[in-house]
């Protein structure tokens, strides 16, 4: 999988917000910000294991991320939330 860039998936973890509200299967990531790759890869096995398919897309996407990509989508995605 190619990187994507931040605004190409911004409203699609926007919209995994909406739907988890205390982040699901990607709390450790997006909620507390451990942006180091065991936490994606954590993520990623959690959400395949409860079967968080949307969880797991966006885990794989985290994974295909740096540590500062995944830092300034978390800031955007936090703005684009908040309105």
């Not at 909620?31 to 409860?50: L, P, Q």
Request: with cysteine.
């Amino acid at each position: 999988m190619s990187r994507p860039t931040i605004p190409e998936v911004v409203e699609r973890f926007a919209a995994y917000y909406r739907q988890h509200t205390a982040w699901g299967s990607l709390h450790i990531v997006m909620e507390d910000g451990n942006v180091e790759d065991e936490w994606v890869s954590f993520c990623g096995r959690e959400a395949k294991r409860i079967g968080d398919r949307q969880g797991l897309e966006l885990a794989i996407i985290l994974a295909t991320m740096t540590k500062s990509q995944r830092g300034r989508l978390l800031a955007k995605v936090r703005r684009h939330i908040s309105g």
